[in-house]
């Protein structure tokens, strides 16, 4: 094969879809770069009743997303696909709320889906929360906080500071929302209940079962008894500093955390007094609006509807499409790496409490300098390789720097803070303890992470030598044992990539995940989807040799985006990452531009490692 083939062809389609994302992203009003579930923009929908911020066109447009993601059988469904209880009991009233006849058939079936998963007692703390503030059940269906929690010592073990990020501001709005207690006007749901002989609600259990769950549950009753009780000064103290935690965290884009901890936290600050004119206010419901987009909703003809995304625009996405939405292949759009600099974490954040490192590192999103995001940190540092300037190597030793300080004791890496996927308060018998944690120390996103960690510091000469890396090799191992039978192809891509840039070819855990990545190719070429075969090419080129499994998938993403360029209705194909990992009540995100990004990616490498694409056997002469 020469120059101007197929894989040449290939290469400029993708860069060319690449493009088209790019410009998606950064028109007036953008499209959604990482797209959730419809709980946020439910909760918004649900949360206007107070704020009377939305537009007609933002409230229509948020609608027809909840609508477009109905089920046939009247259910919303999480990431996977399955049924879930409480997206069902949010879009449910969320559509109702906005007028939707709740007679209708597709509301009907949703309401009988609620009841059949056990009702809106057996729904997560936010649709619980929102019956409380509704007036349609007693607040004895939330969990109690102490208020004298916030008077502890940050290092403390039941501070709410020990919280991860997402959960303290979660849990601090919680407080203050309960304490107030906090009343909306909306429509009341309680059909959403389920009611015993007497007609009256059937209530949660708020603990797990078992002993510790009862006498849990008994110590939550005799906090609200003694919510009570005339407490004086102490307890005026503690809900002061909580209100202040809730306004010393609000970030310079308006936001706090990402969408979920805004919305609670501006229902917070109204119910502690704050009116609605306050520039808090005002800073916060822009930063909500900035941080909607549009998604188009698949069908014979793509509808384009209006989300609620969990943050405002990804650094990640700028870094790692900006890299490839260049004029040339291989060339980095104009402008994107200054945007970057300037984009870099240059205060001290509450990251630091327990991570002894300077200032660095990137968040999820600009003007959000209070949250480190590893994630972010690995894709700009990624973008950056092969530009090093006098500008960027300071960077880049402030995020070596950072990345080696968020590694955790037993040798993988934290996302957002360390210790976030075992906080102590989370061992407690509550119901709803796992949302205190992000994720779970086990969880393949911890896998991925500390993956990338250790390819990114490769290349800024971190080796095995060194005993930190030593330890994040041998958690991967000892995960692979365990679990890697169960990871997706991207995972495996991932940590094939990084015991290749780490470790020796005959090192145990880089020849098993290679041979487990090779076992998983199929007798097209592929891998899967686009999006899995490209990461699984990139993976089996860091590898050294080329090979013919890595000729395979070359072949078959060819032929892939020569028939999506047929195929496609739009000037490029939405190939979503549906594994990007989120927070809090959104694990899961979709980030559209994925598939052609890696994609591109992928061929781009082929052509500079391997070069040609070698004739198929249809192809070969007799």
Not at 38 to 46: N, T
Not at 387 to 408: D, G, I, K, N
Request: charged content about 25%.
């Amino acid at each position: 094969m020469t120059v101007g083939g197929p894989l040449d062809a290939a290469i400029e389609r993708s860069q060319s879809w690449c493009r088209t994302w790019w410009s998606r992203f950064h028109q007036p009003q953008p499209w959604l770069a990482a797209i959730p579930d419809v709980g946020p923009s439910c909760e918004v929908l649900l949360a206007d009743a107070l704020f009377h911020d939305l537009e007609p066109g933002e409230r229509e447009g948020l609608l027809a997303w909840v609508r477009s993601q109905q089920h046939e059988d009247g259910s919303w469904r999480d990431m996977q696909g399955e049924p879930e209880l409480s997206l069902t009991c949010l879009g449910y009233w969320a559509r109702v709320q906005a007028g939707d006849d709740p007679e209708s058939e597709d509301l009907v079936k949703a309401l009988r889906v609620i009841h059949e998963l056990g009702g809106a007692r057996r729904a997560n703390l936010c649709v619980r929360l929102w019956l409380a503030m509704a007036g349609t059940v007693e607040w004895d269906w939330v969990p109690a906080v102490p208020s004298e929690l916030y008077l502890l010592p940050e290092f403390a073990p039941l501070s709410p500071a020990r919280l991860s990020p997402w959960a303290r501001q979660m849990v601090t709005a919680l407080h203050l929302l309960a304490a107030g207690p906090a009343h909306i006007h909306v429509h009341d749901a309680a059909e959403l209940l389920l009611y015993n002989r007497h007609d009256e609600p059937i209530p949660p259990r708020l603990t797990t079962p078992g002993l510790a769950g009862d006498l849990l549950q008994a110590f939550d009753t005799s906090i609200r008894l003694a919510h009570k009780l005339p407490r004086g000064a102490v307890r005026r103290r503690a809900l002061t500093r909580a209100r202040r935690w809730i306004e010393d965290s609000q970030q310079a884009h308006g936001g706090w955390f990402s969408a979920r901890p805004t919305i609670y936290s501006l229902l917070a600050l109204r119910v502690s007094g704050v009116r609605s004119d306050d520039p808090r206010m005002r800073r916060g419901l822009d930063y909500l609006r900035r941080a909607r987009g549009i998604v188009a909703v698949e069908g014979s003809e793509p509808v384009l509807t209006l989300a609620q995304g969990l943050t405002g625009h990804p650094l990640a996405e700028l870094a790692s499409l900006g890299g490839a939405a260049g004029r040339e292949p291989g060339e980095a759009v104009a402008g994107v790496h200054e945007r970057l600099l300037a984009a870099e974490i240059a205060r001290p954040g509450p990251w630091q409490r327990r991570a002894d490192a300077p200032s660095g590192g990137w968040s999820v999103e600009a003007d959000a300098e209070a949250h480190l995001d590893l994630r972010t940190t690995c894709s700009v540092l990624h973008a950056f390789r092969g530009t090093r300037t006098s500008a960027t190597r300071a960077s880049l030793r402030r995020a070596a720097e950072v990345m080696l300080a968020m590694q955790e004791p037993d040798g993988s890496f934290a996302r957002f803070e360390r210790g976030e996927a075992d906080v102590p308060l989370s061992h407690l018998p509550w119901r709803d303890a796992d949302q205190l944690n992000l994720g779970a120390p086990e969880d393949e996103g911890r896998v991925v992470l500390t993956a990338i960690v250790l390819r990114e510091l490769a290349v800024l000469g971190w080796r095995r030598e060194d005993d930190r890396i030593a330890r994040a090799c041998a958690w991967l191992e000892q995960a692979h044992a365990e679990r890697g039978h169960l990871w997706s192809v991207a995972t495996v891509a991932e940590v094939v990539r990084a015991s290749a840039a780490q470790c020796v070819p005959d090192h145990p855990l880089r020849t098993a995940c290679e041979q487990l990545l090779r076992s998983r190719q199929r007798e097209d070429g592929s891998f899967g989807d686009e999006l899995s075969t490209a990461r699984a090419l990139i993976a089996m080129i860091a590898c050294g040799e080329p090979c013919v499994q890595a000729q395979r998938a070359a072949r078959h993403l060819v032929a892939r985006v020569g028939l999506l360029a047929r195929e496609t209705l739009a000037d490029a194909p939405s190939l979503p990452d549906t594994e990007l990992p989120g927070y809090g009540l959104s694990p899961r995100l979709r980030d559209p531009s994925a598939g052609v990004r890696d994609i591109h990616t992928a061929l781009l490498s082929f052509r500079r490692e391997v070069g040609e694409l070698a004739p198929s056997p249809s192809e070969s002469p007799a």
